[in-house]
């Protein structure tokens, strides 16, 4: 099913060295990691006015901590049990091969570092890179161990409340406050905003991947590819948000999609 189209992109692909991807919840969901914004989604079950906000989350915690607590240890659960999916090794073997130069994600799981991609650009942040809170120094934490650890103390808890849950974050290293984690949330800035749309304007292919398209200014970014002349290839199953741009539409997973294309380059099937 859709061999045309996978063979027509790893041509593509086959005689590309800097192309890009730019992956959205999609790829992670492959992974067992519940999307936010789909059908049965995160913010189906809580309004993300609520929880979205450092303030918003900060008032939700103070009023009712425990409503809370069984979604974020379900959430915990889902990124501890979450592995690199074929997609995010496929990538990795593009970069590997010279042909894939940045990855730009808006997922905050570190899959794709995991998988072995070395430049990722995190522009929604790293939920396992702590940002310390006065000082603002930074510190790299491994996934599976932070999260055991978080869990564990959770579980020792004598009550919900916001001093409680505050006490589970680790503490900065240089000035001992609380660290919070690297990540964006609403009314924040992305990050590293400049050098991905740098890297979308220097492109010659941009695979666009698992992402709906609704959340900006990710959104744009295979828009500035194609204005800059790059081809755009998407993968996703369920719809494709820049049919105006797009030169290649395969609707399959990226875990199913991405290895084929792999093989088909390196077998010279092209």
């Known amino acids: 099913m859709f061999e045309k189209e996978i063979r027509e992109a790893a041509s593509i692909l086959s ?19 519940a999307t936010f914004r789909d059908a049965g ?29 069984p979604l974020f240890i379900e959430i915990l659960d889902s990124f501890e049990s979450a592995e690199p999916n074929p997609g995010h090794r496929a990538l990795a073997d593009l970069e590997a091969m010279g042909i894939l130069k940045t990855v730009i994600t808006q997922n905050a799981d570190n899959l794709h570092q995991e998988a072995g991609t070395t430049d990722v650009i995190e522009v929604h942040g790293n939920l396992f ?8 120094s930074i510190r790299k934490y491994e996934r599976k161990p932070l999260i055991r650890e978080v869990k564990e103390r959770m579980a020792g808890l004598n009550s919900f409340n916001l001093t409680a849950l505050a006490s589970l974050a680790p503490r900065c290293d240089g000035c001992g406050f609380m660290m919070r984690p690297d990540v964006v949330m ?5 990050q590293d905003l400049p050098r991905a749309f740098a890297v979308a304007a220097g492109c010659d292919v941009m695979l666009v991947l698992g ?30 948000p820049f049919e105006s741009v797009t030169d290649i539409y ?21």
Do not use: H, Q
């Open 41 to 69: 989604g995160i913010w189906d079950r809580i309004d993300p006015a609520e929880v979205g906000t450092p303030s918003g989350l900060i008032n939700t915690l103070e009023r009712e901590a425990p409503k809370l607590v």
């Open 211 to 240: 992402t709906s398209g609704v959340v900006y200014p990710a959104a744009y970014l295979p828009r500035e590819a194609k204005k800059s002349g790059a081809a755009i290839i998407v993968i996703n199953p369920t719809e494709n």
């Open 129 to 136: 890179r702590m940002k310390c809170l006065a000082c603002e």
């Open 186 to 190: 609403f009314t924040e800035p992305v």
């Open 15 to 33: 005689k590309s060295t800097r192309a890009s991807a730019s992956c959205g919840a999609g790829v992670s969901a492959e992974s067992g990691i």
């Open 250 to 270: 395969i609707p399959m997973k990226t875990g199913e999609v991405l290895p084929a294309i792999v093989k088909m380059i390196r077998e010279k099937a092209v």
